[in-house]
């Protein structure tokens, strides 16, 4: 059986007791405090026995545009949540190759773990308002639980709440998180401009960059 992640991969198998898995998708270029700060309050807020980061092999909503390689922002990954027992990081979209779609990604999952790991996928609630556009949304919403983040300010319509719910029985639940401005598009646009991004994402993902002089021509 291929591994999903080293600290995780026989996550429930000890027992038949639930357990909760926290997904986090994306393209993490780079993965920064933002991720970082709305994974651990998820895991917090709904008992989430871990987190796995999954960065995305080739993401199908980048097509065209400059994306750094699969192996460097798996490594900035891997360097980010390395401290936070809770947190590990999955190689499956990258290994699996070809387009990135999270169907696939969570049937992959399902395939591994057993039943009793329940899946609670995390994702901004931006995103949370397209999801019913992705591929096969309707399997989707029977594999996983759906976290919609959202930031203190951020209004989510009790329309587009409702459609939601009414789409494919759409399971989700809203978490208001702690307000951080900040994206991975604004510190590849920052480190190009020569401006620091230390305290942006990790100290070890901050030096990792500058090491392998990222962004610079953003």
């Known amino acids: 059986m291929a591994i999903v992640c080293e600290r995780f991969d026989d996550l429930g198998r000890d027992s038949g007791a639930e357990v909760r898995l926290g997904i986090m998708g994306g393209t993490f270029d780079p993965v920064h405090i933002g991720h970082l700060a709305c994974a651990e309050q998820a895991r917090v807020a709904y008992g989430l026995d871990a987190v796995v980061f999954i960065p995305a092999g080739t993401p199908v909503f980048k097509r065209g545009k400059k994306v750094s390689a699969a192996s460097v922002r798996l490594e900035m990954c891997r360097l980010a949540t390395a401290s936070n027992p809770y947190f590990d990081v999955s ?19 399902r395939e591994h773990y057993p039943d009793n790991v329940q899946f609670y996928f995390i994702t901004g609630a931006d995103a949370m308002l397209s999801i019913v556009k992705w591929r096969e949304s309707a399997a989707i919403a029977d594999l996983a639980h759906l976290i919609a983040v959202t930031r203190p300010g951020y209004v989510m319509t009790d329309e ?43 100290l070890a993902v901050h030096d990792y960059i500058a090491a392998q002089g990222l962004y610079a021509s953003a």
């Open 91 to 109: 190689s499956i979209e990258i290994d699996r190759g070809g387009d990135t779609y999270t169907v696939d990604t969570l049937r992959q999952l």
């Open 160 to 202: 587009a709440k409702s459609e939601l719910a009414d789409h494919a029985n759409f399971d989700v639940s809203y978490l208001e998180t702690t307000a951080l401005s900040v994206s991975s598009s604004m510190l590849r646009e920052w480190v190009a401009a020569g401006k620091s991004i230390r305290y942006l994402t990790s």
